[in-house]
């Protein structure tokens, strides 16, 4: 199960207000750190 | 996420964002009033090995000594940690739609419910929060920021749990993130103690754990602030055994009246009782511990 996550399409984020705009562009966005 | 839990109020994510590269949220500093700005994005480990971690807290430096593994601290975060989901078998079994699934009931009361699981404050789902961090940054006081579309807030840190009301576990909207933990600066003659239970001693989530942070001079308890974790679904701030405590002299017999009102009304369930006194013995020990450290202050 573990090695399915490279199947999530994710995004880099650079800035909070980035993150905030990733977050707010469609439904069930998650954040990873 | 990565266990891929699921369920009618719970979905896989469509998208995920990296934090890591954000650089404001991967410091850690002081400003001019003392205060310690820790970025949510900051690992368990840099914060460990942070120069600003003072010894007056050393309460925090005990707890993020004891979560998880090395390896796992190399890579886990604050704001992970507090806000990480429960550790309730039911909710992280496919096959189980609970209440935090959004399903119509919790599964442990008549289930299992030995280690994970809350003895007070439960509602429709009993499994108590997993963080180490919270209950010790609570008792330092510290503040929450959250940024979201509407701007900037500060919550005091219990202020972000929601508890066992609804399927989530704070009070962050769908597009807020928690951005930095601040924790006000604590007096040079602040004494502090963190005790931890759990099954394993190499690495493991607490059954029951208590931070404790106080002024106390010559014997008498000027001003603490208590926080139990591991078994309620957030943190508890002990208020009724801190009452009690503040003008005392701390001798044994006020610790083990603070130690009893701390638990007073639990409500435990059928295999969990043993947790009320675990958690009185850590009080009593974490009490002990300031009492014994305020000597070395004077």
């Known amino acids: 199960m573990l090695f399915e996550l490279p199947a999530f399409e994710h995004v880099d984020a650079k800035s909070i207000e980035e993150a905030l705009r990733f977050l707010e562009s469609r439904e069930g966005v998650k954040i990873i750190a | ?298």
Do not use: W
């Not at chain 2, 266990?3 to 998208?15: F, K, M, Y």
């Not at chain 2, 900051?42 to 010894?55: C, D, G, N, Y």
């Not at chain 2, 940690?81 to 009361?109: T, V």
């Open chain 2, 1 to 298: 996420m990565k266990d891929r839990i699921t369920g009618p109020e719970l979905s896989l994510p469509s998208l995920l964002v990296n934090i890591k590269g954000i650089a404001e949220m991967n410091r850690v500093f002081q400003d001019e009033q003392g205060t310690l700005h820790i970025g949510g994005a900051v690992t368990l480990r840099q914060l460990e090995q942070s120069p600003l971690l003072k010894p007056e807290l050393g309460a925090l430096r005990s707890a993020l000594g004891q979560i998880g593994s090395r390896q796992i601290r190399a890579l886990g975060t604050v704001a992970g940690n507090i806000c990480q989901r429960l550790r309730c078998l039911y909710f992280r079994h496919p096959d189980f739609i609970c209440f935090k699934k959004g399903g119509n009931r919790c599964h442990a009361p008549g289930g299992e419910h030995r280690y994970y699981h809350a003895i007070m404050h439960y509602g429709k789902c009993v499994a108590a929060h997993p963080s180490d961090l919270a209950p010790v940054l609570m008792a330092y006081d510290a503040r929450a920021a959250v940024e979201g579309p509407k701007g900037k807030r500060a919550v005091r840190l219990q202020e972000l749990f929601s508890g066992a009301k609804d399927t989530g576990q704070t009070i962050l909207e769908p597009h807020e993130l928690l951005t930095e933990i601040q924790v006000p600066r604590p007096g040079e003659t602040t004494v502090h103690s963190f005790m931890k239970s759990r099954l394993r001693r190499s690495f493991d989530f607490a059954l029951s754990s208590v931070a404790a942070v106080g002024r106390v001079s010559r014997g008498v308890v000027e001003d603490i602030r208590i926080v139990l974790g591991g078994i309620a679904p957030l943190p508890v701030e002990a208020a009724k055994s801190e009452e009690i405590l503040c003008g005392k002299y701390l001798n044994d017999d006020i610790i083990s009246e603070a130690a009893e009102a701390a638990l007073k009304g639990a409500r435990p369930l059928p295999k969990n009782r043993y947790k009320v006194d675990l958690t009185k013995t850590l009080v009593k020990r974490a009490l002990e511990e300031i009492r014994e450290k305020q000597l070395n202050v004077l």
